[in-house]
């Protein structure tokens, strides 16, 4: 289970931690999920945030079988440390 919720109307993925919002920016192309940044406010950064926004959207990529390309060098960087989420790589 995550936190993350798809803010359609802003194309972007959102988690609300400590009052602030963490978020990745979306595009969807077929059957792909691009990711063209993501990003956590100061106050969040070294708190995992990130981390977990990342894990909540390659759920959500996950149950709708969507692949993921990441543009943003943050989200390629988790989709790498991550093995469990290969399978997602377009």
Known sequence: MHDVIDNRGSRRFELLEQGQIAYADYEIDGDRLILPHVEAPIGLRG???AGRLMEGVLSIARE???KVKAL???ADAYMSR???FADLRA
């Open 72 to 74: 943003c060098s943050y």
């Open 47 to 49: 708190t995992g945030a």
């Open 64 to 66: 709708r079988g969507l």
């Open 82 to 84: 991550h093995p469990e």
